[in-house]
């Protein structure tokens, strides 16, 4: 099986990919840790986070196959090229950039491209996305994303941004394939104080919400 195929696989089995930002990396490997002992295996390292090249090559190289790590924030080929090199198994941008997408496409690497608009998401979709995400989502929140996943039911959809614990289940209930989660998984100020516990405790939460969304 292709790490592509592996990385879209899981993101129909789990449904929810986390996302994390920090201002000290020290701890990210350990909060991947936590996240995978909740259920939560695909970890989105955006390139906000201060040496995250070096942090996502470290993670990829110490967890294995335990978590799919991917690179976020990516704005331009250089930088997908490099998170690729790093090891990352997905790319993720907060917006399109063809660039980016046929980066991802010559490497044989998921790409999921951020898009808000009607256009946009057939856009990034056209260019070879995978999976689009819909960023900012908590702008329009679940009903907007119904609205745009009318139209495009053959077009993976994931939001991004304001996913939460009582948004989440009307998200995948609007048809998201899976759910992009933040500070709610593994804020800064949790990662901050090694709140480990906390965050696994979270990623179990997030994975159950979905399942039983997706049942119902």
Not at 50 to 61: G, H, M, S, T
Not at 139 to 145: A, H, R, T
Request: charged content about 20%; some cysteine; glycine content about 10%.
């Amino acid at each position: 099986m292709s790490k592509k195929t592996e990385v879209l696989n899981r993101i129909h089995s789990t449904g929810v990919v986390a996302v994390i930002r920090a201002d000290q990396p020290d701890d990210l490997i350990e909060v991947a840790r936590a996240l995978a002992r909740g259920g939560v295996t695909l970890i989105e390292i955006t390139l906000t986070v201060p040496k995250a090249l070096q942090v996502i090559e470290r993670a990829v190289d110490q967890l294995k196959d335990e978590v799919l790590i991917g690179a976020g924030t990516v704005l331009d080929a250089a930088t997908a090229s490099a998170a690729i090199l790093a090891g990352a198994a997905y790319i993720v941008s907060p917006a399109v950039r063809p660039d980016v997408v046929a980066t991802c496409r010559r490497h044989g690497v998921a790409c999921m491209p951020g898009a808000m608009t009607p256009t946009e998401v057939l856009q990034a979709w056209e260019l070879g996305g995978d999976v689009v995400k819909i960023f900012p989502a908590g702008v329009g929140g679940p009903g907007f994303f119904k609205d745009l996943k009318g139209p495009f039911p053959e077009i993976e959809l994931m939001p991004t941004g304001m996913v939460n614990r009582e948004t989440a289940p009307q998200f995948i209930k609007a048809g998201a394939c899976a759910v992009g989660v933040g500070s709610e998984l593994a804020g800064k100020p949790m990662i901050a104080a090694r709140e480990f516990d906390k965050i696994t405790e979270n990623a179990r939460a997030f994975i159950e919400i979905v399942s039983q969304s997706r049942t119902k």
